[in-house]
């Protein structure tokens, strides 16, 4: 089935409008590269959309438009629809943490005259691409009195940054030989942090200067690292790539592209018979797990709170909410690249420019771990999309036998709710900077509304 090159509609105000859009998706993932900033940057935005705090409701009509947080990792966006809350909700469901390395709890050392901070990676990095590359520094750091200091050096022009340092070729011919998953190994991935040494100071005196430093400027001691999250990413904005200007570069499109389009859908969209929601987790690079990841009992808890302000609640109503809830699990696809084809089975493969992708099973192998959507769900969204004239492509990721991933859909799917991933295709996935085509951002924006528009039980 041939599915045309979303590009070819697009010329004029429509060309504009995709292009300005795409500028509003460049911000937010240039100045959110941590799960942290994507919930205060997304509360600033639902607020200038009329959304309040779910805390300022003591009863919830249709047509209110409210957010609530988890943590400061998770959000959610709800606009209260005419029909109760038990008939099910439209969501859309995406994850808003991304590979990166972060610093351990006991990070700062000194060797040869260097002083570097010892790291562990975090979700399915390629470690070899993170070296010789200039990273920034973002997170949050607690003083015993709970004191909040906010961290985030390597953004601005000013900034210094650090890196990861790698041998050079001339003497690593052992090294060469390894495989690429061991060629740099995960304790080998500690970043470079300052040179100078502190006068005055006979043992480990640029360890000392880099902690005065820190002193100075965020009045931190060496042990309030225990009590910090800090992560690593690449430093600098997203990127126009190509000399058309027609894709993103950037970092952290998986899955923050489907996060930004997702919420967006929900605050752009008109008002809906059903409630609608957009739902961004944490955690879904290692598992969905714990109290920020989708296998925790938050989503529940917000919509027994829904049902509890909106009529008399029982169990029984939660659980019809849950099983009659319509989802799209918001998530990246693998993107055929032209330098790697044999990976991919061509007939079901996600083409950048073809605009949103649908998978009907993740998971690897034999379909292991994935949610596998009910056939009549799908033709309700086919008709959804082709009613309101948005190009969509199903896809697989990759040849059965080479892989394989998981998103967060089989987590919802354990309530009996269907759901179906539903996202952009992403070339160089989990790498330092990936890709997307600017045409599948806006036509997964399109896509969301018009799902969370009219999707209904079936």
């Not at 409701?57 to 947080?69: A, H, P, Q, W």
């Not at 659980?319 to 998530?331: I, P």
């Given at each position: 089935?041939?599915?045309?090159n ?13 292009m ?31 959304f309040?705090s ?66 562990h ?36 022009e ?17 090294k ?46 060496e ?20 000399l ?62 829904l049902?509890?302000?909106t ?24 993107g ?12 079901n ?55 394989g ?14 759901v179906?991933?539903a ?12 890709v ?23």
């Open positions: 089935m041939y599915q045309k979303a590009w070819s509609k697009y010329e004029g105000d429509s060309l504009n409008e995709l300005k859009f795409n500028e509003e998706y460049k911000e937010f993932i240039s100045l959110c590269k941590t799960e942290r900033e994507c919930v205060s940057y997304a509360i600033k935005l639902c607020e200038k959309y009329g309040k779910l805390k300022e409701f003591k009863k919830l009509n249709s047509g209110d438009k409210v957010y609530v947080t988890n943590m400061n990792r998770n959000i959610c966006a709800f606009v209260i629809g005419d029909k109760p809350i038990e008939d099910g909700i439209n969501v859309l469901g995406a994850h808003i943490d991304s590979p990166r390395i972060d610093l351990k709890q006991n990070p700062i050392y000194e060797a040869s005259n260097f002083a570097l901070a010892d790291t990676y975090y979700g399915g990095i390629v470690k070899y691409q993170w070296v010789s590359h200039p990273l920034a520094l973002h997170g949050v750091i607690y003083k015993k009195d709970l004191t909040e200091i906010n961290i985030n050096i390597g953004e601005d000013n900034d210094p940054v650090v890196c990861i340092t790698d041998l050079l070729p001339h003497l690593a011919q052992q060469n030989t390894k495989p690429a998953n061991t060629v740099i190994e995960g304790e080998d991935l500690d970043i470079t942090i300052g040179h100078m040494p502190l006068n005055g100071e006979e043992k480990d005196a640029v360890k000392a200067n880099v902690l005065k430093l820190l002193k100075e400027k965020y009045d931190i001691e042990e309030d690292f225990i009590s910090a999250e800090i992560e690593i990413v690449p430093a600098g904005k997203a990127r126009d790539l190509g058309d200007r027609s894709m993103v570069l950037g970092y952290g499109h998986d899955d923050r592209v489907c996060a930004y389009t997702s919420l967006r859908a929900v605050l752009d969209a008109p008002k809906c018979e059903s409630t609608i929601c957009a739902f961004l987790v944490d955690k879904e690079e290692i598992g969905s797990v714990g109290a920020t990841g989708a296998h925790s009992k938050w989503f529940e808890n917000i919509i027994a709170e049902i509890s302000l009529t008399d609640y029982s169990d029984l109503k939660l659980r019809h909410a849950l099983t009659n809830t319509r989802m799209l699990s918001s998530d990246v696809s693998a055929v690249d032209p330098l790697y084809t044999s990976v991919f089975e061509t007939k493969a996600a083409y950048l420019g073809k605009g949103i992708c649908y998978n009907k099973y993740t998971g690897s192998r034999g379909k292991s771990g994935c949610n596998d959507a009910d056939p009549k769900y799908i033709a309700q969204i086919r008709e959804i999309m082709d009613s309101n004239n948005i190009n969509y492509q199903t896809a697989e990721l990759g040849k059965v036998d080479m892989g991933g998981g998103t967060i859909a089989y987590i919802l799917g354990n309530y009996g709710m269907n179906i991933d996202g952009i295709a992403v070339l160089s996935m989990h790498a330092p900077n990936e997307v085509s600017k045409v599948d951002v806006f036509e997964a924006y399109k896509a969301y509304i018009a799902f969370v528009v009219n999707a209904k039980n079936i």
